[in-house]
């Protein structure tokens, strides 16, 4: 488990992060939301041990980071900026990280080379940007480590691509336990690959869950109220937000999917039906009740 306690790095007058505390479990993924300058960067790179944190301190499975070989070999860090050794092709990167991780796998490397359209002994200075970012992934991945960090990794990839690059994770977290950390300015990105999302802004977390302990806690209702009955006779209901256009309400509550079911019933609708919120619209009722508009600071 990777364990981060009230990380905190400056940059002259520019807090970074502040004070940020989050655990990160293994076998599962953790998403870490925020606009460009949130932080996301700067955290994922004290993860991985490359900045020194001001304050705070980052731990996996006990250990210290920071400047700790054994540790490092635990992970793989994939940047938002591409960086490849230069006149290097495919070929010399897996001669590289064949010396920095024991356990990396040349056989699938070339496997995944092919599958990806990639040349083994092309320069990679001529590849596109997404191109970059597909080898990046499948250096990371054929390190076999059990940790992956990622910046901003589906950024350039195409939609197949994406996908793609979601079926090879989850493909190792079955079968090896990886945990991906990956960071991102879309939360549409992440939302059918993610357990747990946390979102970061101004430097601090301002919200982070379980996603299905949030999805399993907040439902969107469509309902039409028999004659007589408006929104303000939904008392029992733990109403967030509430919506009407004409005779149809589109309400959305917390409570478990029995209680909001139960309530439902006993107001004797014509007609309702409980329909699945996806994570942006779940974020934007949970920050909106914080006081934050997640559509300024997301989108």
């Not at 807090?15 to 989050?22: L, Y």
């Not at 293994?26 to 998403?31: D, T």
């Not at 460009?36 to 499975?61: Q, Y």
């Not at 090896?176 to 879309?186: D, K, M, V, W």
């Amino acid at each position: 488990m990777i364990k981060a306690e009230n990380l905190t790095k400056r940059f002259d007058e520019i807090v970074a992060v502040d004070h940020v505390s989050a655990e990160i479990r293994e076998g599962s993924v953790f998403g870490l939301i925020g606009t460009n300058g949130a932080g996301k960067s700067t955290f994922l790179r004290m993860l991985s041990g490359i900045l020194r944190p001001d304050e705070g301190s980052v731990v996996i499975d006990g250990e210290r980071v920071y400047e700790n070989e054994k540790v490092k070999r635990r992970f793989f860090y994939i940047s938002d900026d591409q960086y490849f050794f230069n006149n290097a092709t495919p070929k010399d990167m897996m001669e590289f990280y064949s010396r920095v991780y024991p356990e990396f796998d040349r056989g699938r490397f070339q496997t995944l080379l092919d599958h990806f359209g990639l040349e083994t002994r092309r320069k990679i200075q001529t590849f596109s940007k997404g191109m970059k970012k597909q080898l990046s992934v499948i250096c990371g991945i054929c390190a076999n480590t059990e940790y992956l960090f990622c910046d901003e990794t589906f950024d350039g990839l195409d939609p197949v691509m994406r996908q793609a690059v979601k079926s090879i994770f989850a493909n190792d977290m079955a079968e090896r336990n990886l945990t991906p950390i990956i960071a991102s300015h879309n939360l549409r990105e992440l939302e059918d690959i993610c357990d747990h999302v946390g979102l970061l802004h101004r430097g601090g977390i301002l919200l982070s869950r379980d996603l299905d302990d949030m999805k399993l806690n907040i439902h969107k209702i469509q309902c039409v109220l028999k004659d007589g009955m408006t929104e303000n006779d939904l008392v029992d209901l733990n109403r967030i937000k509430t919506e009407s256009r004409g005779k149809l309400y589109t309400l959305t509550v917390r409570g478990s999917k029995e209680e909001v079911i139960g309530r439902m019933e006993s107001y004797q609708p014509v007609f309702y039906e409980i329909i699945p919120l996806s994570l942006e619209e779940i974020f934007i009722s949970e920050t909106e009740v914080a006081g934050y508009d997640i559509k300024k600071l997301i989108f």
